[in-house]
């Protein structure tokens, strides 16, 4: 039973997008390794841009410093 765990910061990913992740990994597991659709699992988890931490700062806060 694959489990395949997806970690996205929070911006705004719609649902469909969402579910075309999910769709393609479990097409290339089934195509690349032979396993079965029915027995696979993904969970997408979605983590705060305050609680994920890039070059010793939040994404926050390293988002706030780029240009554009």
Do not use: C
């Not at 290339?28 to 699992?41: A, I, S, Y």
């Amino acid at each position: 039973m694959p489990f395949v765990s997806v970690r996205i910061t929070r911006d705004g990913v719609t649902r469909e997008q969402k579910a075309q992740v999910i769709a393609e990994i479990t097409e290339t597991l089934q195509r690349v390794l032979g396993k079965p659709p029915e027995l696979t699992h993904i969970v997408i988890e979605e983590v705060d841009t305050d609680n994920w931490g890039y070059k010793g700062i939040t994404t926050t806060e390293f988002r706030k410093n780029q240009p554009g």
